[in-house]
């Protein structure tokens, strides 16, 4: 079972089914989705994800996944789970763009990786992100993820793999 994680800001919990609405709207943004899986999808294909987080990833309980909250409203979306194109557990994170710019990103990135590290027992936490995509390559590169490769995509675009190992020094900004 997905447990609640705490940052300064933020608190991380399981959807509820009251959450599809916010769900739905974070993934319509284009400005959101384009760096998502393969980019924009239907209104429908979102509903149709959503409710594949309560039927199959929580109840086969596949990996972890969260509603990202601020003050009680829902401003994102974060993962880890299982990959075969970093071959081993990558973060994935998205928020609106009404809390871009502000540490938000950094404090989501932190909890996950985190929780990957201090519950999971991970040695190490990947990312994929489109070369493109600079703020988010900016943000992991600033909280100690280095490039391990890159990979090329079917439309030609590029993907870098990167990854974060545990060190010594890991402080966890998660509640316990």
């Known amino acids: 079972m997905t447990p609640a994680l705490r940052t ?50 929580y109840a086969q309980d596949l990996f972890d996944v969260w509603a990202v909250r601020r003050d009680g409203l829902l401003v994102g979306h974060a993962e880890i789970k299982p990959t075969d194109v970093s071959g081993g557990h990558e973060i994935i994170y998205a928020l609106a763009p009404a809390a871009w710019g502000s540490g938000l990103g950094t404090e989501v990135a932190e909890a996950v990786i985190a929780y990957g590290f201090d ?21 992991l590169d600033r909280i100690g993820f280095e490039q391990v490769r890159d990979v090329t995509e079917d439309d030609g675009s590029t993907t870098r793999v990167l990854v974060r190992r545990v060190t010594t020094s890991e402080t966890s900004p998660v509640a316990r």
């Open 8 to 57: 300064e800001r933020l608190l991380l919990t399981p959807y509820v089914p009251e959450d599809e609405e916010g769900f739905v709207a974070l993934f319509q943004d284009t400005r959101v989705s384009r760096w998502m899986g393969d980019g924009p999808a239907s209104e429908a294909a979102d509903r149709a994800l959503f409710g594949r987080i309560f039927t199959k990833v």
């Open 119 to 139: 519950t999971l027992g991970l040695t190490q936490v990947h990312a994929t992100v489109a070369t493109t995509n600079t703020a988010s390559l900016t943000l």
